[in-house]
């Protein structure tokens, strides 16, 4: 739900939706700057932000491998962080409408393949140097060495030349066309630092300078006094605290302690609601559940045990007691309905103990399953794990729970052992998602799914401007996933997030966890 006492804080005539976007992008000679560049200039609020104060943010999934680099940040609490500092190119507001940030505006020829970006002239670093063209270049080539771990690098790979025609001035062009290339640069990752950067002291054009940083426990800050934004950046000082357990998350928070928190317990949130002392925002996203099967590893390289599993799932079950209704069921797709793209003529897959059975007795296989689960994975992440066990149990599937530690979940489970819990936050466009995780050389492709006729059709669709042929492309890959892909995935669930009664401003946004990652910049303290 919306804070009633928040507003509508997106920066007014710059954004352009995505129909919007395809359209003028595809037409020949038609140019982005044609959006008007008005980032800056807050939006008529009907409660005037005010200045001051320390905020006290906590958040999940804070390791102890965390560093400053964004190229490393694999988790919320980084990139939550990590935005306070920097800018990115472009964002996507809480009406998914992408915006200009620090790319002032853009041109593209036709196919696709030829971009300019005009970068945003008058902004300076923390440092006092000024931004320019460079600046972007050095940043987004970070991601993408060869030798690159970064989580952006696959988004980054079509690029053939990135190089500056000018002080402000941006060239790229790309392998093969992508009509995305403006939402790419939104990534919380593609963040721009100063040319030379070791990215280890957090300097950007961002609303607040880095002060002090203990992996995964704490970061501190305090506000930019040159600020280029006037609509960011209220509060004086703030620290950032990696709060795993989420009852002490949910004592800060009604103490007075946290004044902002996220990965609120949905089995509490129908009662902290109720709470005089603290609003509750629920935002439907794109945020969804998963469980991963490897499929380069036995037994899950047989597509027949895959089924079987995503048959033997009671997904409205999780839905009831584990989110107490605060999502959506899921349907073994990570495209949300709510995305244009989405295929909404998929059966939906039921709870089926008989089909997943015979599915079983298809693969051959009758030996035990290990489920590794965390609540580092997701809120409710053991719950869910026992709920799949009783339910797959009726098809005569043994899933044995093996608890692993919150703390090195990240590190040593995730994309290592054969099945595993998981989430994922949302992306901007279908694209970007499939990109990021279901590409065959995507870093975060926790299943190992791989598909060289899925790969092709993702790249072929981004030069597609024709809105029909697109969706049925989509379509496309979205069966694919659902006939022969890795993950269950049972659930989306709503961000849960929670704040002091003193504050102002928060304003959902479904794109990303957190107000898009960026609610300690933009709330502020009631007078």
């Known amino acids: 739900m919306r804070n009633k006492e928040g507003t509508d804080r997106h920066v007014a005539g710059a954004a352009l939706d995505r129909r919007e976007f395809l359209g003028r992008t595809a037409a020949l000679g038609v140019s982005a700057a044609l959006i008007a560049s008005s980032v800056g200039r807050s939006a008529l609020a009907a409660d005037t932000p005010g200045k001051g104060g320390h905020l006290k943010v906590g958040l999940i999934s804070g390791t102890v491998s965390d560093t400053l680099d964004p190229a490393t940040w694999n988790s919320g609490f980084m990139q939550i962080a990590g935005q306070m500092f920097y800018n990115q190119l472009t964002e996507v507001d809480e009406n998914g409408k992408l915006v200009p940030v620090l790319a002032e505006s853009w041109d593209v020829k036709p196919g696709a393949t030829e971009w300019v970006f005009r970068i945003r002239k008058g902004v300076s670093f923390h440092n006092g140097k000024e931004l320019t063209a460079a600046d972007v270049v050095y940043s987004i080539n970070h ?16 690029i053939k030349d990135l190089s500056t025609t000018g002080p402000n001035e941006l060239s790229v062009v790309l392998a093969s066309g992508d009509l995305d290339l403006p939402y790419v640069f939104a990534n919380a990752h593609l963040v721009i630092a100063p040319e030379g950067s070791k990215f280890d002291d957090a300097v950007g054009t961002g609303s607040y300078i880095f002060d002090s940083y203990k992996p995964g426990t704490v970061v501190s800050c305090h506000r930019n006094p040159n600020n280029w934004r006037p609509d960011r950046g209220f509060v004086e000082s703030m620290e950032i605290l990696g709060v795993n357990d989420p009852t002490a998350r949910l004592n800060g928070v009604e103490s007075g302690s946290l004044h902002l928190i996220n990965g609120v317990e949905p089995r509490i949130a129908a009662m902290l609601a109720k709470d ?48 107490g209704g605060y999502g959506k069921i899921g349907n073994d797709n990570p495209i949300p309905s709510y995305d244009p793209m989405f295929a909404g ?9 008989d089909k997943a059975a015979f599915y079983l007795k298809k693969a051959g296989y009758d030996g ?23 339910s797959a149990k009726k098809a005569g599937i043994d899933i044995q729970l093996q608890r692993e530690p919150d703390s090195s979940y990240w590190d040593d489970v995730w994309m290592k052992k054969p099945f595993c819990a998981s989430s994922w936050l949302g992306k901007p466009t279908a694209n ?9 050389d995507a870093p975060w492709n926790e299943s190992f799914w791989k598909r060289p006729n899925f790969d092709a059709l993702l790249i072929q669709v981004r030069a597609e401007s024709n809105e029909d042929k697109r969706k049925q492309m989509y379509h496309d890959l ?4 659902y006939e022969d892909g890795g993950s269950v995935i049972p659930i989306f669930n709503n961000y849960l997030n929670a704040g002091s009664k003193r504050l102002r401003g928060f304003v ?20």
């Open 432 to 440: 970007l998602l499939l990109s990021y995780i279901y590409k065959s």
């Open 143 to 158: 991601h993408r060495g060869k030798d690159s771990k970064s989580a952006a690098r696959a988004l980054l790979t079509p």
């Open 345 to 353: 003529d998929i059966p939906q897959r039921q709870y089926d103990p």
């Open 276 to 323: 005089s002392r603290v609003d509750l925002y629920s935002i439907s996203g794109g945020g969804h559940e998963t469980f991963p099967m490897r499929c380069d590893i036995a037994p899950f390289k047989d597509p027949n045990l895959r089924l079987a599993m995503k048959f033997a799932i009671d997904r409205e079950s999780i839905l009831k007691r584990v989110l």
């Open 368 to 390: 035990p399953i290990v489920l590794s689960v965390s609540e580092a994975a997701f809120v409710g992440a053991v719950d869910t794990g026992q709920i799949f066990q009783a």
């Open 478 to 481: 979205q069966m694919m996933i």
């Open 508 to 527: 959902p946004n479904p794109a990303q966890d957190f107000a898009n990652f960026r609610a300690p910049e933009i709330v502020w303290f009631a007078s």
